[in-house]
């Protein structure tokens, strides 16, 4: 029974940037927030590198980076003025649950200077802020036009690093396809549901259409139209549905990042740290996990997230998916719903883990039709993995069921 | 000057103008913390390693190694023209790290350009007033 966050935490210090007001001179809204997060900590008599919990309006992962620090609480919600308060709402309820002691809430905004700056200067909305460091130093003036562009770079050092080559990686593609064979649903579960779908092998992959060497077309996910939602209910009334709880028993989160560009170990994701405060929780171990359903974006995110969620050794990756142990059948099911490379992914996947996670460990993923094999499991428990932007932020979940 | 086709940054006057003055001049100038004597990449207002917002701006020496790199095979505007081209984040000899596209490579052939091979900084004109940095491979 959680206890009553009432009286749970406190506001410790405020401050405002340098300057405020109609600043002629100009800045930025990225200026003016590290200016108050800087004085704010220097009023607190704390270091930036203690605070473990980042809220703000959108841009609370670049503040992160910005600040070189790699908090376990990320908060983005941005309903308009009267965010912030939201903020220190959630930021208590943080800190109440144990999991931060230390937030920060945020604020900069360049009203007045973004006039004078044409715009630029304001971190964001939609169209972006050509002014942003990644806008200028990151991949945009050299042509890289997304995802793929970046990622390919964490897969040519992994191989340098480790010794991997591409057939590795193409496996997990074609161990996640046998699956999308289980799934009627799969837009490449058979020839029926897509003219390239059904089994495919290690060299389709190698031979399909280079994006961006060294990630062939099969090596990046599908690009779908997709929705989905899940209930959260209080443990006390999780028994009174028609449907059968499966329990949180682990949470975690943490970034590395926000643009590539300041990757420290391109072999490695914060899926290590937020997958261990996940174990920690549930009072669990990667051994103990009777399945995995991890981001595939790409077969390199897959393969780098299964280092990271402790399932195999550093470099060893893809070798989660060999031997038949992550397929129908296998030991370790991975990916049960044919994952964002054969299933679905929509841009977000997210939600989509978070759907096959439930089916499997409530007992009701589906079975298969016409006579194929279903692709239920037995799983009790799994772990589940999203990777955000650029291998940049990570969440992980460890789920339970007693069914 | 030949027509810069491609997608060209937009200087920050607050932060980031030091660096593209330098760069018009053929100098990688870098911010560096005094405080605890470490250079960074991107340039910041408040040192990412130390907190310090005593930065200053020095001449780095435009030297560095490729940490890793990709071949972008598909690209649009102006880098359709270029495609195959390799891009690549290169660490500075100073410390850190840029993002970039390589010249001096082969990227009909991938496997032939190396990680850890030598790269110096060149400065492509794209505008009156912007240069934008590109890295040539010396080995």
Known sequence: ?403 | MAEYNKSIPSPDPYVTQPFWDGAKEGKLMLPRCTTCNRAHWYPRILCPHCHSSNIEWFEASGEGFIHTYAVQNRAFGGWADETPYATAYIDLKEGDRMFTALRGVNAEDPTSIKIGARVKIEFEQASEDVFVPYWRVVD
């Open chain 1, 1 to 403: 029974m959680p206890s009553n966050p009432s009286m749970s935490a406190a506001i410790v210090a405020a401050a405002e940037s340098d300057k405020i007001g109609y600043i002629e001179e100009g800045t930025t809204a990225l200026n003016l927030h590290i200016e108050a997060i800087r004085n704010v900590c220097a009023e607190a008599g704390v270091s930036p590198s203690e605070i473990d919990g980042v809220f703000s309006t959108n841009n609370s992962n670049l503040l992160a980076e910005y600040l070189g620090i790699h908090p376990k609480y990320i908060d983005t919600t941005a309903v308009g003025g009267c965010s912030f308060q939201m903020h220190v709402h959630h930021a208590m309820a943080a800190i109440n649950a144990g999991i931060i002691d230390l937030a920060v809430v945020s604020h900069g905004e360049a009203g007045y200077s973004s006039r004078k700056n044409q715009g630029k200067g304001t971190l964001g909305g939609g169209g972006g802020d050509p002014w942003l460091p990644a806008a200028q130093f990151g991949g945009g003036p050299y042509g890289a036009w997304g995802p793929p562009s970046y990622y390919a770079h964490a897969l040519t050092r992994h191989m340098h690093q480790y010794g991997s080559t591409k057939e590795d990686f193409a496996n997990i593609a074609v161990v996640t396809r046998e699956w999308a064979g289980l799934n009627p649903r799969a837009v490449m579960h058979s020839k029926e549901t897509n003219p390239r779908g059904g089994p495919i092998t290690v060299e389709d992959v190698l031979e399909s259409r280079m994006i961006v060497w060294p990630l062939n077309i099969l090596d990046i996910c599908l690009v779908t139209d997709h929705g989905g939602a899940v209930l959260i209910s209080s443990a006390e009334k999780a028994r009174s549905f028609k449907t059968s709880p499966v329990w949180i028993a682990g949470a975690g989160e943490s970034q590395s990042h926000a643009d590539m560009l300041e990757m420290d170990d391109f072999t490695a994701t914060s899926a290590h740290a937020s997958s261990q405060a996940a174990y920690r929780m549930a009072g669990m171990g990667p051994g103990d996990m009777e399945m995995a359903m991890i981001y595939d974006s790409f077969t390199v995110t897959a393969g780098i997230t299964a280092e990271m969620l402790g399932l195999t050794a550093r470099g060893e990756g893809p070798s989660l998916w060999a031997d038949g142990n992550a397929s129908p059948g296998g030991k370790l099911p991975v990916n049960t719903n044919g994952g964002g490379l054969s299933f679905s992914h929509s841009g977000m996947y997210g939600m989509m883990l978070l759907v096959e996670a439930y089916r499997q460990l409530s007992g009701t993923a589906e079975d298969g039709v016409h006579g194929i094999e279903g692709k239920q499991t037995n799983a009790q428990s799994a772990v589940v993995n999203g990777t955000g932007g650029l291998l940049s932020v990570t969440g992980t979940l460890v789920l339970t069921s007693d069914v």
